[in-house]
């Protein structure tokens, strides 16, 4: 396992990933404060195995962490808080590149 409870900076971290399943049950990001393209570009990933248990408060930025997912359909985020800012155009992720469906924070 790879120990990520004291990173603080996670940005860009799967960033390009070409895996269909990304699990990350296992990873403490409590302390972590940049989330930016965290999964950005991940075109090929189909799941996100623990993201509801990400610890989010420290975040501080978010933007376009989901920004090119295009095979993502479901993310649970109910256990998100945001507590910092989400950038300049305050987006945590955009939609896929057919602008037809996909997800947007507001």
Do not use: P, R
């Amino acid at each position: 396992n790879l120990d990520t409870s004291a990173a603080t900076n996670m940005g860009t971290f799967f960033h390009s990933c070409s895996n269909s399943i990304i699990d990350v049950s296992n990873f403490d990001v409590s302390k972590n404060e940049n989330f930016s393209q965290f999964f950005e570009d991940c075109k090929n990933v189909t799941q996100i195995i623990g993201l509801e248990n990400f610890d989010t408060s420290n975040g501080i930025t978010f933007d376009e962490m989901f920004n090119q997912c295009l095979k993502i359909e479901k993310l649970d985020l109910s256990n998100y808080t945001e507590h910092g800012k989400f950038g300049e155009d305050g987006i945590m992720w955009v939609k896929k590149s057919d602008y037809t469906t996909g997800y947007q924070y507001y």
